[in-house]
């Protein structure tokens, strides 16, 4: 018994020196000698881009943890949102289109007081649209782009779906199949969101998630008839079609809305540029046309 006793401190203390000497050696070690290639590569461009940091990067970056503060939880998380829908481009983060907003914010604190100083004070509600909607706009367009581009494919990818869980293969492998055969952000977010599933993610917080990061109206449509169905037990091949048809239906209905916007903005382009034109053509050819001496009328008038 004394022995066995004697066991255990002798076994914990030689733990302790092994654990020892394993951190010391790694606080003596270089980091980069347990990355591999790609990750000295990303590390690489990663200290390369923190280096080449411009003047008006030191200006901008004491502004981005108050940004950060002032637009809170929900600011943020729209941000991460577009992030997302717009694809996650590589380099752009959360705290990067922060920093953006602070770069147009120190550009027009300059314009401001150049305003201020000149009175011409009903331009200083233009600065916030600008700090706001400039460093935005290329994300936000591609996030648009992206939504189109779902809803576009989504109705194939269904309509496909449909007929190769109907050859009798499982769903979640018929996904895989299917997304395989595609390409574009509709393969791209079902595939991460198989990944979700195959690591332990339940059905609905994929899906939900896979509706988050698009977007798309159709999109939403799908995943909530789908967990609908899941949950009722309703058979999914006609699920699957019913909302195939249902999308294909409203992309007419959407397809016949903006053909009918197009018609007002092609007769305002006709009005501002044809129009005018054309008269200023028709009364230049009318007064050569009549040999008019302008010289004399001239004269008569004075």
Do not use: C
């Not at 270089?30 to 940091?53: C, F, G, M, Q």
């Amino acid at each position: 018994m004394t022995a066995v006793s004697a066991l255990w401190p002798a076994l914990g203390f030689t733990a302790a020196v092994l654990v020892f000497i394993l951190g010391l050696r790694l606080v003596r070690s270089r980091p980069a000698d347990y990355l591999d290639a790609d990750d000295l590569i990303l590390l690489r461009d990663e200290r390369r881009r923190a280096n080449r940091r411009s003047p008006l990067d030191l200006l901008a970056d004491p502004l981005v943890p108050a940004l950060r503060r002032l637009l809170g939880r929900r600011g943020v998380g729209y941000l991460r949102r577009m992030i997302d829908q717009a694809g996650r481009p590589e380099g752009v983060t959360v705290d990067r289109l922060i920093r953006r907003v602070a770069w147009w914010i120190v550009l027009m604190i300059p314009v401001g007081i150049m305003f201020m100083i000149n009175g011409q004070w009903l331009a200083l509600p233009l600065l916030p649209v600008i700090v706001v909607v400039v460093p935005l706009m290329g994300i936000a367009g591609s996030a648009r782009r992206r939504r189109e581009a779902v809803d576009r494919e989504l109705p194939d990818f269904l309509d496909i779906l449909a007929v190769t869980v109907s050859a009798g293969i499982a769903f979640r492998a018929a996904l895989r199949r299917v997304t395989d055969r595609f390409s574009g952000p509709i393969a791209e977010e079902v595939g991460l969101t198989l990944d979700q599933m195959s690591h332990g993610a339940s059905l609905r917080v994929a899906f939900s998630g896979l509706q988050e990061r698009t977007g798309s109206e159709s999109m939403r449509t799908f995943v909530t008839a789908f967990l609908q169905a899941e949950e009722l037990g309703a058979p999914l091949i006609d699920t699957l079609n019913q909302i195939a048809l249902d999308m294909r239906r409203t992309s007419a209905q959407q397809a016949r809305r903006r053909a009918a916007q197009i018609a007002p903005r092609v007769t305002l382009v006709t009005s501002l540029l044809m129009v005018p034109a054309a008269l200023i053509l028709l009364v230049v050819g009318i007064v050569v046309g009549a040999d008019i001496d302008f010289g004399s009328l001239f004269k008569a008038f004075s």
